[in-house]
């Protein structure tokens, strides 16, 4: 499994009226390969609920990671959760999802059962019942393949619509149906947990009655893209820097017109420009033979960091710049969707024309984008490394 890649990707809708999301999503990424997700939801709404969630999801995760049984797990939670002062129970209920070696582990307490699609179809499973602590536990293991996509949720997606758009809410058999009927091999998990949040929320009519979570989990294989923004600082140095850019293999994204011009000399070839403004706001692309997309810098930059942060959020489903052709929204599709391991090269020459008095961008600023783009993207998933020059 080591040329595979655990893509995952989650959205939580808040109960109408509430600040804190019930529901809590916690991944772990071991260095060794293994993977664990877990979806706890708390017991109820609001702060209560929050807290018994994070102290699930945390609990077990980091439990899981470090390879302890599914007995110590539930026994530990069942013995450190606080109690409900009102109804005098202690009660989360959680979905893990976990992947070791080339064999996928499921194990579920009271969450609605995880939904598995294989070539776009759903796939039943066995499960194993166990009693833990006083709780009814539900295992299952299989041989994992590359494709899977292995999507959890919090009740609240079953209980979609019920006294609303529909009688007796939105069953399991309706979101797999829902599911097979909407699948793309190419959406990635995010996108995948988008499109069922997205349904919840229609059939809540935007006031969802509980707290509402979707987590995808989708295994696939790995895809580098490299993106490189702002020119050396010794002019000496571009050869080499490009030799190295272009050696990584993968996808490959220029930012900034000095770096394009520094692209297309080495590539032996010229920077063709686009004066189409797709979007008022954006700079137009540009195009250079043999890279794979090429944009403006800074300012191009600065939406693509906007779209990161709302992106790596749990509560957006970031669709509105699928499928758009602006500079910003081309990056965000290859490195948010397409890529699983990013490197980025950034040039730390000031460039003359941020010199202008009447758009004055200092070197500082576009340190700090990539810095925020770096956090970004690492809270996606993503592997990513920053290379300065």
């Known amino acids: 499994m080591e040329k595979l890649f655990m893509e995952n990707g989650y959205i939580s809708l808040n109960k109408y009226g509430e600040q804190l999301c019930g529901d809590r999503v916690e991944v772990k990424n071991n260095p060794s390969g293994d993977f664990t997700m877990v979806l706890a939801d708390g017991l109820g709404s609001g702060v209560k609920a929050n807290i018994l969630s994070t102290l699930t999801s945390k609990i077990i995760a980091t439990m899981m990671d470090s390879d302890m049984t599914v007995e110590d797990c539930v026994t530990t939670i069942a013995q450190t959760l606080p109690v409900c002062s009102v109804r005098q129970v202690a009660y989360a209920t959680f979905t893990v999802i976990k992947v070791h070696g080339d064999e996928v582990s499921l194990i579920q307490y009271d969450n609605p059962d995880v939904i598995m699609l294989r070539d776009g179809k759903s796939v039943d499973y066995e499960r194993t019942e166990k009693t833990i602590a006083g709780k009814k536990i539900y295992e299952s293991r299989f041989p994992a393949r590359l494709g899977d996509v292995f999507v959890a949720m919090s009740d609240g997606v079953i209980h979609a619509g019920v006294g609303q758009s529909l009688n007796f809410g939105w069953e399991r058999p309706n979101v797999v149906?829902?599911?097979?009927?909407?699948?793309?091999?190419?959406?990635?998990?995010?996108?995948?947990?988008?499109?069922?949040?997205?349904?919840?929320?229609?059939?809540?009519?935007?006031?969802?009655?509980?707290?509402?979570?979707?987590?995808?989990?989708?295994?696939?294989?790995?895809?580098?893209?490299?993106?490189?923004?702002?020119?050396?600082?010794?002019?000496?140095?571009?050869?080499?820097?490009?030799?190295?850019?272009?050696?990584?293999?993968?996808?490959?994204?220029?930012?900034?017109?000095?770096?394009?011009?520094?692209?297309?000399?080495?590539?032996?070839?010229?920077?063709?420009?686009?004066?189409?403004?797709?979007?008022?706001?954006?700079?137009?692309?540009?195009?250079?033979?043999?890279?794979?997309?090429?944009?403006?810098?800074?300012?191009?930059?600065?939406?693509?960091?906007?779209?990161?942060?709302?992106?790596s959020s749990g509560t957006d489903t970031y669709s509105e710049w699928i499928g758009k052709k602006d500079g910003a929204s081309l990056i965000a599709q290859m490195l948010f969707e397409s890529a699983t391991d990013v490197n980025l090269f950034v040039g730390r020459a000031m460039n003359p024309a941020h010199q202008n008095p009447d758009m004055p961008i200092d070197l500082s600023i576009k340190l700090r984008l990539i810095e925020d783009l770096a956090k970004y993207l690492e809270l996606m998933g993503k592997t990513v490394k920053v290379s300065y020059y």
């Open 177 to 311: 149906e829902y599911l097979e009927a909407h699948y793309n091999a190419a959406m990635s998990a995010k996108a995948v947990a988008g499109l069922v949040s997205d349904a919840c929320r229609d059939l809540y009519m935007g006031k969802p009655g509980d707290d509402t979570t979707v987590a995808a989990l989708r295994i696939r294989e790995r895809q580098l893209v490299n993106l490189m923004i702002g020119p050396p600082v010794n002019p000496e140095d571009d050869e080499k820097i490009m030799r190295l850019f272009f050696g990584q293999g993968g996808k490959t994204i220029v930012c900034g017109g000095t770096t394009s011009t520094i692209v297309a000399k080495y590539l032996n070839t010229s920077v063709r420009t686009c004066l189409d403004y797709l979007d008022p706001d954006i700079p137009p692309i540009g195009f250079i033979e043999g890279v794979d997309l090429c944009t403006e810098g800074v300012l191009t930059m600065k939406h693509v960091v906007e779209l990161a942060r709302r992106y």
